[in-house]
């Protein structure tokens, strides 16, 4: 307390007795607060989810529509009587009805009897095809071109040649049920692409359907991306990426953002969207016989397959008789490759030794890895890190090497072709007899494809034509009893490699002619090629002149593309600008002679040497050669400096005169000056053009 509060006692009290009151205060205030605060806690403890009653609420939204209903009607009748009333009519009646119809009880819609509820679903469902959008008011059909009955349908069929317009009189003969098989091929359109002049011997879409690839036998491959190709179908780029070996096999991954390219070398090539080659497998040793100690193949690889799930990872086929998994993910960017494989697969025949295998494929969940030998022979193994033993091997499948093998989409059965002419199916429970089998199907090139449509219901392969007589087919069988379907003709022609993309449902066969058939139809298929035939072509202007100065943008050289592994190189810098301009100005720049330079009085310096030398060395050197050239280099004249020497020579020959003693001991000297200004012409070697008028005339 202050000293004024000691002075007063009074004052003091009453001063304590207020901070009493505001203890008092402070705590009633925070027992009120914790009370609400357990109160409001044993609240939130009772709360729970509310529930609703969904039968309740749907009875409450009934009952307040059909209120609304029956008032809406009841206004409407009310203002019907008004209008009679104003119109003479009897009122008595009208209010009659009036009020017999506001007092009549709305019934309730039940729901019908089953037949009647049946009925009545099927009758919609018979409207359903006769559903039309609202026409205007107003509108009245024309009757003269309504078909009302069969004689005038018949009139029409007549009149255009006995050919109905519907297309389901296409399937007349169709017996089925349903829309029949062969309508599901998308073959009504084709379109050719010229690739080269040599067969085709690969062919890849990618799994988006933007592009398509073919390699031949002429060493390139050929990209087309449909968003850039025009009705003219010329290719994007044209590549030889592998020097002179022929391409074999092309494949993308999962992605689409890389294409595996094998062909007669040992390296795999990989290429980027742009089609620039950004990696490559490394060349095995071939002095090595165990294939584990091989980082890579030693012969032309023959197949490449990625894995469908894993977009890293493919696997490859080699003659060397080995399998080998590869991962991207394995690529240095020093040695710009992929060094290692992953795992080796070797493959064997009945005798134990190496089996080439032509072909492999991942099923399509990706756990089994299938190949066909050229021993005939089927072998698969299951996708894991062991592959010593074969989980699945038909050790006779063929007679001759199989040109390809294909996993069926449900994964239980094995698609192959061969060169013994015969197209067999195999189920994986059974190794001993194929499921079907069908023959007779010339195959006459080693890469020759078979395959499943995108559905499972159809198998295709392609038959060869040995001669111009014999035609080429692309056949489509039924997957359940090898029957044909449908057939494609090529006459004097091989169908080689053949691709269907389930996503553009479109067909594209590699011929043996050089060219890409790409079949597709205007109601099953859709973007790919069909985008591509529709725009106009591009005029070429090759051999057109430009008057105009071209200008050229210096940052698309070659010079200022990134390169390198510093990130300062990959960047198009001030400083690279400007070397770039000086060295334009070097090169604009004239080239001067250099001024010879003074000799020097003094001593050497500056780089350079006196030419007589500053040692006793030199100086004794240039005396003596003084000393002996003196009088050579004091005669001037040179004619007289020879014929010095004639006389010695014309007493001993021994130079040029002994050389013709025998043969020409009297010298026979020319009698006829050869001056040119002596020279008399000769008129019979003279030409006709150079004689004078009056002798060639006479």
């Known amino acids: 307390f202050s000293m004024s509060d000691e002075a007063n006692p009074a004052t003091g009290q009453s001063a304590m007795q207020k901070e009493e009151e505001i203890d008092q205060t402070t705590k009633a205030e925070s027992g009120k607060a914790d009370t609400a605060a357990a109160a409001t806690e044993n609240a939130n403890s009772r709360k729970r989810a509310r529930v609703f009653d969904l039968g309740s609420m749907l009875a409450a939204a009934s009952a307040t529509a059909q209120s609304r209903t029956g008032q809406a009607e009841e206004k409407r009748r009310l203002e019907e009587a008004e209008k009679k009333a104003a119109s003479g009519e009897d009122p008595e009646e009208t209010a009659s009805s009036t009020a017999g119809s506001s007092t009549r009880p709305i019934a309730v819609a039940n729901r019908p009897s089953d037949s009647a509820y049946n009925s009545l679903t099927a009758t919609d469902e018979d409207d359903d095809d006769d559903f039309l959008p609202m026409l205007p008011p107003g509108f009245k059909p024309d009757e003269s071109v309504v078909v009302k009955d069969e004689e005038e349908k018949a009139m029409i069929k007549a009149a255009n040649g006995g050919e109905d317009e519907d297309d389901d009189e296409e399937y007349e003969d169709y017996q089925g049920e349903g829309i029949p098989t062969t309508a599901l091929i998308p073959t009504s359109c084709e379109a050719k692409i010229v690739h080269g002049a040599k067969p085709i011997s690969s062919l890849a879409f990618d799994h988006q359907g933007a592009r398509i690839v073919s390699g031949g036998q002429d060493y390139q491959v050929n990209i087309y991306d449909f968003q850039k190709m025009d009705a003219s179908l010329r290719p994007d780029r044209q590549l030889t990426p592998c020097e002179s070996h022929v391409i074999f096999t092309l494949a993308f991954n999962a992605n689409g953002e890389t294409l595996a390219i094998g062909s007669g070398a040992a390296q795999i090539r990989l290429l980027d969207r742009k089609g620039s080659q950004w990696a490559e497998t490394v060349r095995g040793d071939q002095y090595l016989v165990d294939l584990n100690f091989t980082k890579g193949h030693t012969a032309a690889i023959n197949c490449i397959a990625w894995n469908p799930l894993v977009k890293t990872e493919f696997l490859s086929a080699s003659d060397d008789g080995s399998l080998r998994l590869w991962s991207t993910d394995d690529y240095k960017v020093i040695t710009k490759c992929i060094n290692t494989h992953q795992r080796v697969i070797k493959t064997k025949n009945a005798n134990g030794k190496r089996a080439q295998p032509q072909s492999c494929a991942y099923s399509p969940d990706g756990k089994l890895i299938v190949t066909g030998c050229d021993d005939g022979s089927i072998q698969a193994w299951k996708h894991g890190k062991l592959f010593v033993n074969t989980s699945y091997l038909v050790r006779k ?40 089998m069908r023959g007779d199907l010339e195959c006459g090139y080693k890469g020759t494809d078979c395959g499943f449509s995108p559905r499972g219901e159809m198998v295709y392969t392609g038959t060869s034509a040995p001669s111009t007589e014999v035609e080429g087919k692309l056949l489509f069988l039924n997957s359940e009893t090898f029957e044909p379907m449908y057939q494609i003709v090529y006459p004097g022609v ?48 090759q051999n057109e002149v430009l008057r105009e100065e071209l200008i050229l943008s210096p940052l698309t050289l070659h010079m200022f593309q990134p390169r390198g592994d510093n990130p300062d190189e990959q960047e198009v810098t001030e400083w690279r600008i400007r070397k770039y301009l000086r060295m334009r100005d070097k090169q604009q720049r004239p080239n ?59 007493k001993d020959p021994q130079f040029i005169n002994k050389a013709y003693m025998k043969n020409q001991p009297k010298p026979i000297f020319q009698e006829k000056s050869t001056a040119p200004e002596e020279e008399e012409s000769d008129e019979e070697l003279e030409p006709v053009y150079k004689m004078p008028r009056g002798q060639f005339s006479s």
């Open 397 to 436: 499948a063929h007679s001759a090497p199989v040109t390809c093998v294909v996993v069926a989409p449900d994964g239980k059965k094995i698609l192959s072709r061969a060169l013994d002419d015969t197209l067999k199916l195999w189920s994986l429970t059974d190794n001993k007899t194929p499921v079907l």
């Open 494 to 541: 091989s169908c080689i490699r053949i691709a269907w993309h389930a996503r553009l449902n479109q067909i594209a066969v590699g011929l043996s002619d050089g060219t890409v058939r790409v079949y597709y139809d205007q109601q099953l298929s859709h973007a790919g090629i069909m985008s591509c035939v529709t725009k106009p072509k591009k005029r070429q202007r």
């Open 592 to 650: 001067f002679k250099k001024p010879a330079e003074m000799p020097l009085d003094d001593k050497s310096c500056g780089g350079r040497v006196k030419t007589s030398g500053g040692t006793l060395h030199s100086y004794v050197a240039q005396q003596l050669g003084k000393e002996k050239n003196q009088a050579f280099l004091a005669d001037t004249d040179v004619r007289a400096s020879i014929l010095r020497h004639a006389e010695a020579a014309e």
